[in-house]
């Protein structure tokens, strides 16, 4: 598909612009839904830049990679022909073909971008929230095009890129307490969860508007969110929010600090402040653990300061001549929804009760205050709900046990098949073998009250 939209001259006067901008994108269904980003480009370009006239061409298709457009006639044609000041350029969203891709960027459109004295913009993509970590995929899209812009400046080419996937990253760590199942996250996606909505293109425009204009405003400042027009969607705070996430990663702007200060806090995220433990078994084999430590556990420690949770473990490092104990530490948020709901990230798991030496977690996971750490039993995990769960088809922990225990099966494997809202038959039932109905302890007793 392609589409012309530079201003024709058939001996007809114009308006009079102090400068008029071209613009040519070729990309593929991330940069032609909701009518194409180009649309949005030119409202918010035209309003932050006064005197400034947007027209622009694109060729773009569904699915096409940028090794594609190459071999395209067309495509080649439209980019060698008409005459642009930026050339935008985005690779087909999961890069199918990465290399050939960073092929056409060295050989085709970095050479023409040149020739043309154009600046190559490029347009930096973002992975799924269903995908096993959206972290991890937009970063390894970050890496494709800050390679690409490499190569592209080797070929003597002005680059820029609009990093329009680490402002949906952004957003979801800032505005979204880094939890991507949060319907404000959501809004920035289509139904398929891939493509971006109108308001995200929204976002996707803003961070081109400061990244391929930086030299026009001035450092620390920015673009005046309140000169652009509003979108359907949007929020009063998002508008400059997304300005301002536009501007941070454009340069144009520093970065600014967000507080995670303890006076926020309340409820339970209040209480869970502090450092807690979990006794947990060495991962070791049982015979080199023998040799390390009389009982083959250690204290994993958690931090909690603010949102921010620091987990600090061991792991196994394998090599010919066995393993080794190295530290790793993984970090989690908090996503404070309101005073009673507190979910951790990226785990998903909800605070179910807290007390002043247990927290009992919705994945079955039971933390001890560090000051009463003698109260840790190892791999503490508390059944979550068994006394009234049941799977899909009616059948409840009882069912279970006994089809595990009459089959042999491992219950790893076919306790978690099914679920029931948020919990599995592993998390729920103690013939599982992952969780433990607590003891008569008076602590256990305290924070299962209502639940077991």
Not at 159 to 165: H, K, S, W
Not at 185 to 190: C, G, Q, S
Not at 281 to 292: E, G, I, S, V, Y
């Amino acid at each position: 598909m392609v589409l012309h939209a530079w201003p024709l001259l058939f001996g007809c006067a114009v308006m009079a612009f102090a400068e008029e901008q071209r613009v040519l994108f070729v990309g593929d269904s991330f940069s032609f839904v909701n009518g194409g980003v180009w649309r949005q480009y030119k409202t918010i370009a035209e309003a932050c830049i006064p005197g400034l006239h947007v027209s622009y061409a694109q060729s773009s298709e569904g699915a096409r990679t940028l090794a594609m457009a190459s071999a395209d006639p067309a495509a080649r044609k439209l980019v060698h022909d008409m005459q642009y000041d930026i050339l935008v350029v985005q690779d087909q969203s999961s890069l199918e073909e990465l290399e050939e891709g960073l092929e056409a960027i060295k050989e085709w459109l970095s050479p023409a971008a040149k020739q043309h004295e154009a600046l190559l913009g490029l347009y930096e993509t973002w992975a799924s929230p269903y995908m096993v970590n959206i972290t991890a995929g937009t970063l390894w899209l970050k890496a494709f095009y800050e390679k690409a812009a490499t190569i592209a400046r080797g070929q003597g080419a002005e680059v820029a890129i609009a990093r329009a996937g680490e402002a949906f990253l952004k957003f979801l760590d800032e505005e979204c307490g880094h939890d991507w199942q949060d319907p404000a996250f959501h809004t920035l996606y289509a139904g398929d969860f891939q493509h971006p909505s109108y308001l995200g293109h929204n976002l996707v425009a803003w961070t081109m508007v400061l990244s391929f204009n930086a030299k026009r405003f001035e450092h620390g400042k920015g673009c005046d969110a309140s000169r652009v027009p509003d979108v359907p969607g949007q929020s009063k705070d998002w508008k400059p929010t997304f300005a301002r996430i536009a501007c941070e990663l454009s340069g144009v702007c520093s970065k600014q600090a967000k507080s995670s200060s303890h006076k926020e806090l309340r409820g339970q995220a209040l209480k869970l402040q502090g450092h807690w433990v979990r006794q947990r078994k060495l991962p070791l084999p049982q015979a080199q653990c023998n040799r390390t430590d009389h009982d083959c556990t250690y204290l994993e420690q958690w931090a909690i300061n603010g949102t921010s949770v620091t987990q600090i473990g061991k792991s196994a490092n394998w090599t010919l001549n066995g393993a080794t104990l190295v530290t790793k530490e993984r970090t989690h948020y908090l996503h404070v929804l309101d005073d009673d709901n507190v979910k951790m990230i990226p785990d998903m798991s909800f605070v179910k009760q807290i007390s002043d030496n247990k927290v009992w977690f919705s994945d079955c996971v039971v933390l001890t205050r560090a000051e009463k750490a003698d109260l840790s039993m190892v791999d503490e995990c508390w059944c979550v709900d068994n006394a009234a769960w049941q799977d899909l088809d009616g059948r409840d922990c009882a069912w279970w046990e006994s089809y595990v225990d009459k089959n042999n099966y491992d219950p790893s494997m076919y306790c978690n098949k099914l679920m029931n809202g948020h919990a599995a038959a592993m998390l729920s039932c103690p013939g599982c073998g992952k969780c433990s109905v607590p003891d008569e302890r008076k602590e256990a007793r305290q924070l299962t009250s209502v639940h077991i």
